[in-house]
């Protein structure tokens, strides 16, 4: 054979290997569009906000007379950043706060309100300034549901009730006169109650069948002041795989007298060291993608459990506390206060993904915390505040609210670090009201991209826009000096040809398609 025919020969195989390995490497995806599929919840897009560390003091509430900004004293770049994420829901005051707050503390005028210590976070103390009008107002201003705690570890049923009473009732009693004497003529009809939060730990180290029973005593006395038949009462729930817990409650609470079932989860190395916020390494993003990941594991398993005392699915399962939890490296910055990177946003799109795929169980859900602390998607400094890489997944993912599921098939590529693998890519989708179709897909590998090959012959689709959020290192983060390091951009890695929607997902990034 000639040199060139040989040189031609060997090229034409590189080409066909080249071919043929990066066909092998786009995964397919099947996509389906159903019209008897669950609706997402907008509520699984819950945020959570405790009187813990800076979240509400020197976070959301500066009071009155500060010279930041505010609508009766909390912050209007808050409000204005939270109204755009479309908040549909905020849990409040904790956490484990809830099982030490007296709500009657909170009321009346500023001046006269008792000093508390907050016992469980960081014993500082608070002036009970921001109190149950100035919560539930805020909601108003955000067009959000309350979710409020109510104190079952250290409370009574009678100022449970009162509280219900208060903010509920419209007609003439002694609670809603104290309300009107305040200043608040109509009710707020709250609708989310959380009946104590962590029982088995903070909120009082109980047994789950002692908890049953208490539960079922606090919620005899739930009344429904709105006749509507409308409150949303939620149990306080397992600790991630405690699955006994569960068993137990849905075993032992009447039908009638429960609407959700709790469970907390959050993605931490190890409770006694949980790692640093900031300076990570490989091997502990990875352990923390695991937890992100596990969540599917524990809705599963958490369902499993369910289903076989609420097969109809009556009883939604309530992710009231998720996020990653870390050691916070600027320790000056207030309790649980911790820098929000990269490796947050890959936590929130891997979350939300299972979430949105779980639709016809978990109902509702809430980030841990809106402010300051933890997971948080707002961060504050003085009068300048930042939006964190969390802040702009769940806005991306906004689209979801409240649109039809669907259902998504696939086989993962997997991301591998030192002999273990996980699956890099997850991916959700929804169709709204107008029929445009929402595509969620995730990259959790630091390193690779990964071609996705999704099958819309049925969807009809002709036009395709698309949103990334991605950085270079799952160390960045947005600074006070940088703060819009990591926003969204456009996107437009993707082709639209012979019935396929062909996705080049970069590496670590969150990808939002639209489709019509
Ligand atoms: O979100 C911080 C704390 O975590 C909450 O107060 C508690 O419920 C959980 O343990």
């Avoid at 398993?301 to 998720?322: G, P």
């Avoid at 099958?455 to 950085?471: E, H, P, R, W």
Wanted: charged share 20%; proline share 4%; with cysteine.
């Amino acid at each position: 054979m000639k040199k060139n025919s040989i040189t031609t020969l060997i090229i034409a195989v590189f080409l066909c290997l080249g071919l043929s390995l990066s066909a092998q490497n786009t995964v397919e995806v099947t996509l389906t569009q159903k019209e008897d599929a669950p609706q997402i919840s907008k509520h699984i897009y819950g945020h959570f906000a405790e009187h813990l560390g800076r979240c509400i003091y020197d976070g959301f509430y500066v009071g009155e007379d500060s010279s930041i900004p505010n609508t009766n004293g909390v912050r209007n770049d808050i409000i204005e950043a939270l109204k755009d994420l479309k908040v549909p829901n905020l849990r409040w005051p904790g956490g484990c706060f809830a099982d030490t707050y007296h709500w009657k503390d909170g009321i009346g005028p500023k001046e006269d309100r008792p000093t508390i210590v907050n016992q469980w976070w960081g014993g500082s103390t608070e002036d009970n300034s921001f109190g149950t009008h100035d919560f539930l107002n805020l909601c108003e201003a955000l067009n959000a549901e309350p979710y409020l705690a109510a104190n079952v570890g250290s409370g009574t049923v009678q100022e449970f009730a009162e509280w219900l009473q208060y903010v509920n009732h419209d007609g003439i009693s002694p609670m809603a006169k104290l309300r009107r004497e305040n200043g608040r003529e109509k009710p707020w009809n709250v609708r989310i109650w959380g009946v104590g939060n962590e029982m088995w730990g903070c909120g009082g180290n109980m047994r789950p069948e002692y908890y049953a029973d208490v539960y079922r005593k606090y919620a005899t006395f739930m009344t429904d002041w709105t006749n509507s038949n409308a409150l949303f009462r939620v149990a306080s729930g397992a600790n991630s795989e405690d699955y006994h817990w569960t068993e137990v409650l849905m075993r032992d609470i009447p039908k009638n007298l429960i609407d959700g079932v709790a469970l907390h989860h959050y993605c931490v190395l190890d409770w006694g060291d949980k790692g640093p916020d900031k300076s990570f390494t490989d091997a502990q993003y990875f352990k923390i993608m695991q937890q992100a990941i596990k969540m599917d594991e524990l809705i599963t398993k958490h369902t499993a459990i369910m289903d076989k005392y609420d097969a109809e699915h009556k009883i939604a399962l309530v992710v009231d506390e998720w996020g990653g939890w870390y050691d916070g490296e600027a320790q000056d910055k207030g309790v649980l206060y911790q820098q929000n990177t990269m490796r947050d946003a890959m936590i929130a799109g891997v979350t939300l993904n299972i979430f949105n795929n779980w639709a016809d169980r978990v109902k509702v859900a809430n980030l841990a915390q809106t402010v300051n602390v933890l997971q948080a998607v707002i961060l504050t400094e003085g009068n300048k505040m930042l939006l964190t890489p969390t802040y702009h997944v769940m806005k991306m993912y906004n689209v979801h609210q409240d649109a039809t599921l669907m259902p998504v098939s696939f086989t993962s590529p997997q991301y591998t670090l030192n002999g273990q693998s996980l699956p890099a890519v997850s991916i959700s989708a929804s169709y709204n009201a107008e029929n445009e179709k929402h595509i969620s897909l995730v990259n959790i590998d630091p390193t690779k991209e990964h071609t996705i090959s999704i099958d819309v012959d049925a969807l009809k689709i002709i036009n395709v826009t698309g949103t990334v959020l991605t950085s270079s290192d799952v160390h960045d983060y947005n600074s006070f000096d940088n703060p819009s390091k990591i926003a969204p951009v456009a996107f437009k890695d993707f082709k639209l040809k012979k019935g396929k929607l062909q996705i080049t997902v970069p590496a670590l990034s969150v990808v939002v398609l639209e489709a019509k």
